[in-house]
């Protein structure tokens, strides 16, 4: 018997090796949302910001989460980066989308849409008072010629991007002890400052409009051991000139 082991026929050529070919890239599948991808703007980190102070006025955040989130804001660079930092909070306004393609030549032009008519202004006292709490004025309301903020140890909002100006000169005046005051205006009337802070700051963002009819907001006043902040928003604008009234 031959115990030999058997030989391997020599003529049989080696296995082809594989090629590391390169992995396709994934498709995206269809209607996936790229809206996150995109860039955001100074109105849309303004827009988050609102919310943010919202939800801490009403309690919903600590201070350390509200100082946390609107850094983060004013950081962002695209609405994926804006949008997780709402989603947990009643008035988020949810993902954000935006039609990425664009209509054919023959579409037809989209019917023009009626602009809602705005509601009347709200008369308010031309003081704001704050003592161990907070005070806030938004939205539209009317602001006269002078207008009073006290904040002892509490704090007061005063915001007049949507006001309606019935004076072209509008006088803040702070008193700030162990409290804060923040101030902002639309991005085209004229803010000036003249305000002193004593173990405290008051700090007003000065800007000069370029139409001479514009309104001007000035603030003065003063913060014991507390604090004033006035600077314009970005993205906001003042529509009811007061020029416009005195003309109609």
Known sequence: MDNSPAQQPQDQPPAPMKKNEPTPAPVPAPGTDLAGELRAADADRERVADLLRDAYAE????????????????????????????????????????????????????????????????????????????????????????????????????????????SPEVVIEVIAVFGGVEIRVPENVTLQGSGAGIFGGFDVREQTSPDPYAPVVRIKGAAVFGGCEAKPKRGKKLKEWVRRQLEG
Do not use: C
Request: net charge neutral; proline share 12%; aromatic share 6%.
């Open 59 to 166: 309690g919903r955040l600590t201070v350390d989460e509200h100082a946390e989130r609107i850094e983060a804001a004013y950081n962002a660079r695209t609405f994926g980066e804006l949008e997780p930092l709402t989603r947990d909070l009643p008035s988020h306004p949810g993902p954000i989308r935006h039609n990425l393609t664009k209509p054919p030549l023959d579409a037809p032009a989209p019917a023009p849409q009626q602009q809602p008519s705005l509601p009347p202004a709200r008369a308010e006292s031309p003081t704001m008072l704050a003592v161990f709490g907070g005070a806030a004025r938004k939205g539209r309301w009317r602001v006269g010629s002078h207008l009073k903020a006290v904040a002892v140890f509490g704090g007061v909002e005063i915001d007049l991007t949507d006001a309606v100006f019935e």
